[in-house]
């Protein structure tokens, strides 16, 4: 199914005792760029959301936010510096002592001297954390996809109708091309009458004259090539892997060939279907830039 790269998912729970939120956004990009917002404390989530999330996306500037809120306090160990402690207490002595100050140093004393004390949480569980993270991430990803499916059908219908419209004007060209043959030759012989006046009209020169014109501007194998090359988008379009880069090649050739049935056309109706045929071949590139 075709897939825009445009496209948002959010997925929200509750796991093994954390709360965890993730949010994936994505808009075009010629290859897949990937950043993430995560925790400080989470670092090590990083790569494996990037690893993760590229097994869904293959085009696309994508960003993973990622909230995660212990709702059950770890354990702590409350560490105290000796060293700094009996520093203190000594130091609050020697006051006493200089000063004939009434010796009150207690603990709670000492307690506000918070640089004593260091707080050590318990080694993060990893494995708990990362099994956590990536079911909400599979709940984000299936909305963001469903997201850029819808999209992305969208983009498949709008590209499908200009080919059908591109293919018209191919028709028209079609049945026009040898019509402006035969009218190129009933003008050549009336100038030769003119200009020769009396004088017998030679029949093979005319002729060959006719079918030199009919060489030049002759648009066949360009319209067979523009056919063949809208079937394939259709294909494309059915594919259910990534074809946005393949397209973009396509369009290049749709291109190729209507430049080419331009520079034939000696015909003014054929020229203004063949900017008809441009104009909607630039609006079909525009549409594939979004899609992965």
Not at 15 to 22: C, E, P, R, S
Not at 70 to 84: K, R
Not at 245 to 267: C, P, W
Request: hydrophobic share 40%; aromatic share 8%; charged share 30%.
């Amino acid at each position: 199914m075709i897939r825009s790269m445009t496209g948002f998912g959010r997925g929200q729970a509750i796991i093994d005792g954390l709360g965890v939120t993730v949010e994936i956004k994505s808009v075009n990009h010629r290859y897949f760029d990937f950043s993430s917002r995560v925790p400080r404390t989470f670092g090590f989530l990083d790569e494996k959301l990037k690893t993760y999330i590229q097994g869904c996306i293959s085009r696309g500037k994508t960003e993973c936010y990622v909230q995660i809120e212990e709702l059950e306090q770890e354990d702590c160990i409350v560490a105290v510096n000796q060293s700094l402690a009996k520093g203190y207490i000594n130091a609050l002595n020697e006051l006493c002592e200089s000063y004939g100050l009434e010796n009150d140093v207690t603990v709670s004393t000492v307690a506000r001297y918070h640089d004593i004390f260091s707080v050590h949480k318990n080694e993060a569980d990893e494995e708990r954390i990362w099994n956590a993270v990536r079911t909400v991430t599979d709940s984000a990803l299936a909305n963001f996809v469903a997201m850029r499916e819808r999209e992305g059908e969208k983009l498949k219908n709008d590209v499908l109708t200009r080919c059908g419209y591109i293919l018209e004007n191919v028709e028209f060209i079609e049945k026009r091309s040898p019509q402006t043959v035969i009218e190129y030759n009933a003008k050549l012989l009336e100038r030769m009458k003119t200009v020769l006046a009396d004088v017998n009209v030679d029949e093979q020169r005319l002729l060959t004259e006719a079918a030199i014109y009919s060489d030049k501007v002759a648009v066949a194998e360009e319209t067979v090539r523009l056919r063949s090359h809208i079937s394939q988008m259709h294909e494309f379009m059915n594919s259910n892997e990534a074809i946005g880069r393949k397209m973009d090649f396509l369009v290049q050739e749709f291109n190729r060939e209507a430049n080419t049935i331009g520079s034939k056309a000696q015909d003014v109706e054929i020229a203004r279907k063949v900017i008809d045929i441009k104009a909607e071949i630039e609006k079909i590139r525009e549409q594939i830039q979004n899609i992965e």
